[in-house]
C-alpha cells in the first residue's frame, strides 16, 4: 500500500504515519527529516535548504523531488511506504505520477490553526532519529530523551510561533489546494485530528481500514 499522509503543519502527520508505518511493515519516508538530517550532516542540500526550512518556507521543487526520487528508489520501498510531508505543492504531486508512483490513498488529517499553533510550542524532536514528541499530549518516557533511540530531544527552529504562522499560511496557499487534486481522484480520506493522539489513531486506523 502506497500512502499519503496529508495535512497542516504540527496537524500530526508524522506521529501517524510512524504509527501506521509499524503495523503496516512499510518505511515512511519523510522530506522534513530527510532535509533536517542532510542540514545535520552539512551536505551542499543541506546547505542550500537550511535559510528556507529556518524562515518556514519551502524547499525549491526540484530539490525536493530529487531526494524522493531517490529515496522511493531503495530497495525497501517496494512493497509499499508512507510518504509524510510530501507532496507539498501541486507541481511536486504531477512529479510524483510522471514517476510512474500510484498512490492508493491520501489521508489527509485536518487540524484548525488555533489548536496547530498551540500545538506546536509544545512540540519536541529528534533529531537522530525524527521521532517526535509533545511535552503535554505525547511526552517521551524520560524527559528530553527519545524513546526511540536515547538521543536527546530538541525544539525546532520552525516551530517557534512567528515561524509557524509562516508556515501556515505557505500550507493554505500552496499545499491545500492539493486536497482538491487528489478529491478528484476519488483518493482523498479526511480524519479529524482529536485532542487525544490516540484517538486520531483509532480514525486513523479506520479510515484506512487496517483495524486490528
Ligand atoms: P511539518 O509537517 O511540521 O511542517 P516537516 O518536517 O514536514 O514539518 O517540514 C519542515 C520543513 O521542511 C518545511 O517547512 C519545509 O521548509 C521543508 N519541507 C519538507 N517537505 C517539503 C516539501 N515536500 N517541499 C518543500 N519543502 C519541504
Ligand atoms: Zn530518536
Do not use: W
Amino acid at each position: 500500500m502506497n500512502i499519503i499522509f496529508f495535512g497542516a503543519p504540527g496537524a500530526g502527520k508524522g506521529t501517524q504515519a510512524e504509527i501506521v508505518s509499524k503495523k503496516l511493515g512499510i518505511p515512511t519516508v519523510s522530506t522534513g527529516n530527510m532535509i533536517r538530517e542532510a542540514i545535520k550532516n552539512g551536505t551542499d542540500m543541506g546547505k542550500s535548504a537550511k535559510s528556507y526550512i529556518d524562515a518556514g518556507s519551502l524547499v525549491p521543487d526540484e530539490v525536493v523531488i530529487g531526494i524522493i526520487k531517490d529515496r522511493l528508489d531503495k530497495d525497501d520501498c517496494e512493497n509499499g511506504f508512507i510518504l509524510d510531508g510530501f507532496p507539498r505543492t501541486i507541481p511536486q504531486a504531477e512529479a510524483l505520477e510522471k514517476m510512474g508512483v500510484k498512490i492508493d490513498v491520501v489521508l489527509n488529517i485536518e487540524v484548525s490553526d488555533d489548536a496547530i499553533i498551540r500545538r506546536m510550542s509544545g512540540r519536541r524532536t529528534c533529531l537522530k532519529c525524527g521521532a517526535t514528541y509533545h511535552v503535554d499530549y505525547n511526552p517521551s518516557k524520560t524527559e528530553g530523551i527519545c524513546d526511540n533511540c536515547g538521543a536527546e530531544l530538541t525544539v525546532r527552529k520552525d516551530d517557534d510561533p512567528e515561524v509557524v504562522k509562516n508556515r501556515l499560511t505557505v500550507y493554505h496557499n500552496e499545499t491545500e489546494p492539493l486536497k482538491d487534486f487528489y478529491s478528484k481522484k476519488g483518493l482523498l480520506k479526511t480524519v479529524i485530528g482529536q485532542e487525544e493522539l490516540s484517538d486520531t489513531t483509532k480514525l486513523t486506523a479506520e479510515a484506512l481500514g487496517i483495524e486490528d
